[in-house]
Structures are given as C-alpha cells and as structure tokens.
C-alpha cells in the first residue's frame, strides 16, 4: 500500500496515550525527546502528557509536536512504509522536512526555535492571537474583517478558516461572526499572528538564517506545499517553502486535494493527536486518513 | 417546509447516535439522551456540520447554514437529544427555524 505522511502543526489536544502508543513500536519517542533537551531546552524533559503542561508554552508545543511526529516518521520507515508523497500542515512542515531527510532532526529543532524568536521580535509587544469560524464562506469572513490587522490564514475547508491578528479586533470578529451565523467562532490559544503578512520581517529573517547556517537537502521523496499546492522537489523549493510558511496563508484543503489527484488515497497522521484526521475526514473522495491511535492497523508491534 | 412523523422521528434519532458512534469510536449503547456532545462524547463543530450536510441531503433540504448558526446561538445545543429536536426542527421548519420561539 502506497502511503502519504501528512505532518500536524503543533498538537492543541492529545489523545492522552502517545507516548504508550509509540512504545508499542519502539522507544524511540522517550529518546528523541532526550536528545532534544541537550540540544534545544533542558526543560522539555518534564513535558506531561496527562496535564499537557506546555498548552501555554506555544515554543515547546511546537517542540514536543516535533519530536512526535519526526518519531512516528521513523518508527513507519523502518517498519517498511515509507511514503510516497508528504506534507506538513503549517508548522508541520519542519517534521515532514525531517521525515523526506532534507534536514536533520537537530536542525528542525534549532528552526523551529529561531522562527518562534523571529515572529516575536517581528510584533514587538502587542497583543495577537488567532481564531476559528466554522460555518461561514471565505467571502462572508472577509466581509466581517475590520481591516488588514486581521487576514483569513488558513483554508481549512469550505466553511472552516482560522484568522490572525490583533487581538481585539479577533475578539471582535469573533463575536460578529458568531452574530452572523457561525457554527462556532472560538480562540486559539496562541500568542503569534501565524501566516499573517505582519511576519514578513520574520520571514526575511529566517531566510537569511536558513541560507546561512543550515545544510538543506534534496527531499527523498517530493512533499506538497500546503501554501499553493505545488511539488517540492529541490533545495531552492525547500528554503522558499520554510521562508513563505511564516508570512503565507495556508490553504489546506487545496494540498489535500492535490494529494487525491495525484492518486494517493491513504494517509496517515504523523503525530501526536487527530487533528489533521478532523480536518479532513468531511472532504468529498474515498481515502482514509490514519491517525496515531488507528495505526495498529498498518504497524507491527515491537512483541 | 416538511412534516415530521415517527418514521422521519427515529431515522434521525438513528442517524445522530450512529454517527456519533462512529466518528467518536465508541459503543452505540453507551451514546444517550443526556450525554453532551463535547464533554462526554469528544464531538466538535466539524461534526455538526456535518451532521447537517448528511441530514440536508437525506431530506433534500435548502437551508442556509447561517440560519442554523444564528437559531443555535439562541438556543445552544449541549446534548445528543437536544441535537436529535434540532434536526427535526429544521426538518420541520426549514429556513424559517429562526422565528421560532423555544422555551
């Protein structure tokens, strides 16, 4: 069976049983997040899945997202099931670079890391959020958007978007959204405006870096954009795909969809949670998405 | 506008608890009146939409979306069986759900 890995950004909700789940397989994730507390954050060691005690640390979120799905990437591997296609849903996008072998696993790390303190510096000290509308069109969002503070960010699917900004003007459309009929209109706990045009300073930043400081290859097999939807088969494409992910809207379904057409009818979730299998389960087609707790299906146990 | 008998009545009740079922991954005979679709069940907006889609299909409905959204915002919906009367309501009453006064 012909597999894509499509990779979560950081994971709001978890199951609850990664870490035993994973070690039905290997002990790969309690090792990987080792190797990332010498590398990147001593502190990542006391992460807990039960109380999810880095929910409001959202660069140890990212971190700990990371090293599951980079985990998971390599337990399918060696269990002879490497992909043939991938792609990361917005920050997901370091761990399918992982997963292809264009970076190595400490070099995501340090990205990651030195993004989160780029899009920081980039909004200096005001108050920015993002949020979800679920049941209103793109076209009756963007008529509710008070101005540029805030931008539609990600297409989720044709009446679910996440918005970044400000935070009151969130506030305020969220509240107007709701009057206008949404299903639902809810805050993301997060502290960045991600993929608003505001990071373009941010993503320069990380260009240069990138350039600079990291050695990026080739990916062994090609990953889609979640940003337009095109192939990415070549270190430039690789380092442009990184540098537009901090300041370009994402549009999910489109990447799905280009995914379909290219034949690929089973995917799995490589990651903590379901949130990718949430997505997309409501798109019209005949494929199945296999998230961390249906993987027994597809995996042999270590016993 | 359509009429709402027994038959449309426990078709929509057996839908509802058998999406729930799956989507939720658990035992149909554990799904009740009373269990509330977030706490209990682990349900989001996602799946009400698409609960939505399925019935709007099902019974060739033409409801626009944001009358649902404004009707639920007055009268939210936190259990299985009050998602089961919403769904029959907008059966019944169509787009017109909205001037409809609940107590």
Redesign the interface.
């Known amino acids: 069976m012909e597999t894509a890995f499509i990779f979560p950004a950081f994971v709001p909700e978890y199951l609850g049983n990664e870490p035993e789940l994973l070690s039905n397989y290997t002990d790969i994730f309690p090792k990987r997040l080792l190797e990332a507390a010498e590398i990147i954050d001593s502190g990542l060691v006391d992460f807990d899945i039960e109380t999810n005690n880095f929910a409001s640390d959202e660069l140890r979120s990212q971190l700990i997202s990371y090293i599951f799905s980079c985990s998971l990437s390599d337990i399918l591997i060696q269990q002879g099931q490497p992909p043939k296609l991938g792609a990361g849903y917005s920050m997901g996008l370091y761990a399918a670079l992982y997963s292809s072998g264009s970076i190595a696993f400490e070099s995501g790390l340090h990205i990651i890391s030195q993004a989160y303190h780029q899009m920081k510096t980039a909004i200096g000290d005001g108050a920015y959020g993002m949020g979800s509308i679920i049941g209103l069109t793109h076209q009756e969002i963007k008529d509710l958007l008070p101005d540029h503070s805030l931008e539609i960010v990600n297409h989720n699917g044709r009446v679910s978007y996440l918005i970044s900004g400000k935070k009151e003007s969130l506030h305020h459309l969220l509240k107007d959204a709701q009057a206008e009929g949404a299903l639902s209109a809810t805050p993301l706990y997060v502290s960045l405006p991600y993929h608003h045009h505001m990071l373009k300073t941010a993503a320069e930043s990380l260009e240069r870096v990138l350039n600079e400081q990291y050695s990026i290859q080739t990916p062994n097999y090609p990953l889609v954009s979640c940003i337009d939807g095109r192939i990415l088969e070549h270190k430039t494409d690789i380092i442009k795909e990184m540098v537009r992910n901090i300041d370009h809207p994402i549009n999910w379904q489109h990447c799905f969809q280009q995914m379909l057409d290219m034949g690929h009818t089973h995917f799995i979730e490589c990651g903590a949670g379901k949130t990718l299998y949430n997505i997309c389960r409501f798109y019209p087609g005949n494929f199945k998405v296999y998230p961390l707790n249906r993987l027994h299906k597809l995996l042999l146990t270590k016993d | 506008m359509g009429i709402v008998n027994d038959t449309i009545r426990e078709d929509v009740k057996r839908t509802v608890y058998e999406f729930f079922a799956e ?1 939720c991954e658990i035992d149909i005979e554990d799904i009740h009146e009373e269990s509330t679709i977030i706490e209990d069940l682990g349900g ?3 799946m ?3 609960l ?2 399925i019935f709007t299909k099902k019974y060739n409905q033409n409801i ?7 009707f ?2 007055k009268n939210p919906v936190r259990t299985i069986g009050e998602l089961v009367e919403m769904q029959l309501l907008i059966i019944e009453h169509g787009n017109q759900i909205i001037d409809l006064q609940i107590n």
């Open positions: 989507e989001d907006s996602l009400f939409l698409a939505i889609e626009d979306l944001k009358t649902i959204g404004k639920s915002v």
